[in-house]
């Protein structure tokens, strides 16, 4: 009997054929009018997914790279919080339901989900692509306006992920302030693209969760302010993501694949175990050393050079990826996310 397929071969397979009948001009016209707003620092007050065409190009295009971005988050957040299990999960601006997709990777169970969203042909999409998935079947897509008059129902877990930069400031913060007191004794989610304008998103909610009373599961090893100087540098983190026909349609060039660049935060109301340090840029493997640049525990950044001497810690360096928690997990010989 062969392997079931993983959720992301899932989320493929339901996308295929998502644009027949939508010429291919129309579909890379809309992907690129779709990138302009979600990379651009404009808040609107309308949905940005407005017809079934906006819908289709957005799915195909975005919702494996917003699928395994989330999923990278939400990984790091189940290392710092083992054996946590969300019984609820409530998705903010959810769109199609890419992040629900990547929570039911996560934790592979049934549980009631919630998706809001203000654009009904996105709704109606992400429920006929949850069809494809067993454990989102039950899912309720709801319509709702995402902004300062939101109102979530109590979850253990709310999502917020490539929405924040549609919003006005003040809407931001109400939807943030949402999701907090909704997520009760659970957790918050919030993942933005990995922009200087998305990390200082992130860098708000951060801070009103925070204040809010959550604890900081990750990427930060700390609940304390961020050592990055405004201005000066992000902190982001790069999932792999295939590459579809209308990628390479849109973007050209040949490689299978791209990275998704992301900034996230995963904060909880229980304690939480963060790493001792994230490597926040990409391993620098030198002859006999690896340099790293780590956020750590002491509200600092540092580079950290490991060498041939290190031993086991010389080889776990040679494996540990940008975003991976350092150092290693006793007994692995490799950090994880």
Not at 136 to 158: N, Y
Not at 198 to 217: M, S
Request: proline share 8%.
């Amino acid at each position: 009997m062969s392997a079931p397929d993983s959720p992301a071969e899932t989320l493929r397979a339901a996308l295929d054929g998502l644009l027949d009948g939508l010429p291919p001009k129309a579909a890379a016209q809309a992907v690129d009018r779709l990138i302009a707003n979600y990379r651009g620092a404009t808040p609107t007050d309308a949905p940005i997914l407005r017809d079934r065409a906006d819908v289709a190009a957005y799915a195909a295009y975005r919702m494996p790279a917003t699928f395994e971005a989330v999923r990278a988050a939400l990984d790091a957040f189940t290392r710092a919080a083992p054996g946590w299990t969300p019984g609820t999960h409530v998705d903010v601006g959810g769109g199609t339901g890419a992040a629900t997709w990547a929570v039911s990777a996560t934790w592979p169970e049934e549980r009631p989900v919630t998706v809001l969203d203000w654009a009904e042909p996105a709704l109606a999409l992400g429920r006929e692509l949850a069809s494809r998935n067993p454990l989102l079947k039950p899912a309720e897509w709801r319509r709702a306006r995402i902004g300062a008059a939101l109102s979530i129902e109590s979850t253990d877990l709310v999502t917020v992920s490539y929405v924040l930069g549609e919003l006005t400031e003040e809407s931001r913060a109400a939807v943030v302030d949402a999701a907090a007191s909704a997520a009760g004794t659970g957790a918050v989610v919030v993942v933005e693209p990995g922009t200087p304008d998305g990390y200082a998103r992130v860098i708000e909610a951060r801070g009103r969760l925070v204040d809010a009373g959550f604890h900081v599961a990750a990427p930060c090893p700390h609940s304390a302010g961020c050592p990055i100087v405004p201005g000066e540098d992000w902190c982001h983190f790069s999932a792999r993501v295939s590459r579809s026909s209308l990628h390479r349609q849109v973007k050209g060039g040949s490689l299978a694949y791209e990275d998704e660049k992301f900034s996230y935060v995963a904060a909880t109301r229980f304690p939480v175990e963060p790493a001792p340090s994230r490597v926040v840029r990409r391993p620098q493997i030198r002859k006999g050393q690896v340099l790293l640049d780590l956020c750590e525990a002491e509200e600092a950044l540092r580079r950290t050079t490991v060498t041939k001497r290190h031993g086991a810690l010389y080889r776990a360096a040679r494996d540990v990826d940008w975003g991976d928690a350092w150092p290693p997990e006793e007994g692995t010989g490799t950090s994880g996310a």
